[in-house]
Each structure stands twice: as structure tokens, then as C-alpha cells.
């Protein structure tokens, strides 16, 4: 379970219950199974035991600030800051230790299991939430006042999790965790906003991109590129990059590809005598259908007719 700095990674454990959870972190056992909040000042883990990384069956909401010298890492980044950091991780994903663990750190974890959100609408609304499976650098950065939002929704969470239970315990618990949510959902979209600069240069990057992808013939040869193969080339997670181009463009990712795939398809019926199905090859389209539904679809017209169209 635990390595040295000079350890390499090893597969991550599974860890099923909070309840567990908490005894690899050396807290006592959870007021409830299903739904936990601890601080961070509480992990009782020394420097050189510290846990590689797990998979957990359960949601985890961190939120940390105030690192010893300003500074906290982010996979394989440093940033300096003083106000609160927040990260999401969805269950079945890794997470490691010794990114969120670290000396002087202060803020909380949240962590709750699927089973505790039965019969809510919640159960099914927090898949919808895509910044859980954003990567660590890719963090939610809260001001002063934000994070004060955040911090009095998780002090009625801990409230309500130290009560006894009442035919009003899990409402309420489930409402503010609805409501933690829906500010995160808020606050990541003023992030995506706010930050202009890193934004512009990825949007620069992401058509740089695709121009090379298009002007290269590597439509023919690889196929229409995913949006993942998008977001890895730009080193982000595909749901930031799709979430960062919504809010800055109003498209996906997967809109952008297409409005190339288009335009590229406009330019060979405008300028070459290729019939529809060498044009839908040469674009990667494996079958010429999908082509004529796509182009349909965005044009309103079927390639034939746009090429008719021209004469």
C-alpha cells in the first residue's frame, strides 16, 4: 500500500467503504457510511508512509489551501496561492495520495457514496457534472468569496453528518450536496471566463491543430480525430477542453471537428470532380453515409445538391 520517493507506481488498490478509507488515513471511524467530511489536519499518515494511490467506489470533493510555503502540487505542476483549490474525483478513478497529502496543507475532503443519493435526482444529475473527470492541473481555483460559499455549505454538511439521523438527515444532505455542486458548476464557468489569456492560446493551439490534422492527409490515413485524441495532443481532459470551448465558443470539441470535416468537405465539391463516397473517404468517414447524414445535418442540404447548388 505504501512506497518510497524512489518507488515506482504501483497498481492502485480499490478501497470500497468510506469507512475503510478512513482507517488507511488514521481517522476514526465515519459518523455515517455512505457520506463523510474530514480535514485535512486530521490525516494521521507520516511523510514516508504515504498511500501510492487507490480507486475508490465512492465521489471525492477536496478543497485545500494555505500549502507550507504557498506553494501545492497539481500533477506534475506547482502552484503558488493562498486562496482554496478544489478537485473532483468520480469513483472508479485514481486518485493519489501524495499530490493531496502533503505537509502544512489545510481544507477538507468530502466523500460520498453513490448508494447515500439513491431515490434523488441527484443520483443520476452529478454524472452530468463533467469537472469530475477534469485532471489535477486542471483544478478549480475559488476566490476569497467563493470560497467562503464553500466552506459555510460543507460547515451545514458536517452539521448535519454529526446529528442524529431524522427523517430529515438525508434531504437536507442531499440539498446542500446538490447545492456544493451547482456553485462549483458556477464557479468553473466564471474560471473559463476569467481566464482569457490561457483560453485564447488554447483555442490558437486547438486550430493550429486541426489545420495541421487536415492539410496532412491524416484524415485518410488515421481516421476523423476523437476528441480525445484532441485533448491529448493539448494535454487536457476531453470533458475541460469540451466545457472550456462551450463557454468560450458555444460548440464542443466534437462541434469544431465537424465545421472543419464541412468546410474541408465544401472545398472538394466546390473545386474537384471526386463523386460523394471518394470525398467521404478521403475525409475518414468509414462508410459514405455518415458523411451525407453529417453534412445534411449542418447544411441542410445533401452533398449533391450543394454541389448542384454551386453551378
Keep these: 500500500m505504501y512506497k518510497s520517493e524512489n518507488q515506482h507506481m504501483k497498481t492502485p488498490e480499490k478501497v470500497s467503504s468510506i469507512s475503510t ?16 467530511v474530514f480535514n ?14 487507490i480507486t475508490t467506489d465512492f465521489y471525492v470533493i477536496a478543497l485545500k489551501k494555505d500549502c507550507a510555503g504557498g506553494k501545492c502540487r497539481y500533477g506534475q ?36 457514496h453513490p448508494d447515500f443519493l439513491h431515490g434523488y435526482g441527484l443520483a443520476s444529475d452529478i454524472k452530468e457534472y463533467g469537472y469530475f473527470s477534469y485532471t489535477a492541473n ?3 481555483h475559488l476566490s476569497e468569496k467563493e470560497e467562503k460559499t464553500i466552506f459555510d455549505i460543507i460547515a451545514n454538511v458536517e452539521q448535519e453528518i454529526d446529528i442524529n439521523m431524522d427523517s430529515f438527515t438525508q434531504d437536507l444532505l442531499v440539498s446542500n450536496l446538490d447545492l456544493l455542486l451547482k456553485y462549483c458548476d458556477r464557479y468553473y464557468n466564471r474560471q473559463f471566463l476569467t481566464r482569457k489569456k490561457v483560453n485564447s ?28 485524441f484532441i485533448a491529448d495532443q493539448l494535454h487536457l481532459s476531453a470533458n ?30 466546390s473545386t474537384t470532380s471526386m463523386s460523394v463516397s471518394e470525398i467521404a473517404y ?30
Design 21 to 36: 478509507l478512513h482507517k488507511f488515513l488514521g481517522l476514526k471511524k465515519p459518523a455515517n457510511p455512505l457520506i463523510s
Design 77 to 112: 505542476q506547482y502552484y503558488d496561492f493562498n486562496e482554496g483549490i478544489m478537485y473532483f474525483i468520480a469513483p472508479h478513478q485514481v486518485l493519489q495520495f501524495d499530490d493531496i497529502l502533503l505537509n502544512g496543507v489545510k481544507g477538507f475532503v468530502l466523500v460520498v
Design 240 to 269: 475541460y477542453l469540451s466545457d472550456m470551448l462551450r463557454v468560450q465558443t458555444g460548440q464542443t470539441t466534437q462541434q469544431h471537428i465537424q465545421n472543419r470535416l464541412i468546410e474541408k468537405a465544401k472545398e472538394l465539391l
Design 282 to 311: 478521403q475525409l475518414g468517414f468509414e462508410h459514405p453515409q455518415s458523411f451525407h447524414r453529417l453534412f445534411k445535418s449542418r447544411t441542410s442540404l445533401s452533398p449533391l445538391k450543394f454541389r448542384s447548388s454551386l453551378n
Design 138 to 140: 486542471e483544478a478549480l
Design 40 to 53: 485535512f489536519d486530521d490525516v494521521k499518515l507520516e511523510s514516508e508512509a504515504i498511500l501510492s494511490a
Design 201 to 228: 492560446d488554447l483555442l490558437s493551439k486547438l486550430e493550429l491543430l486541426l489545420d495541421d490534422y487536415f492539410k496532412n492527409d491524416k484524415l485518410t490515413i488515421n481516421g476523423i480525430p476523437s476528441v480525445h
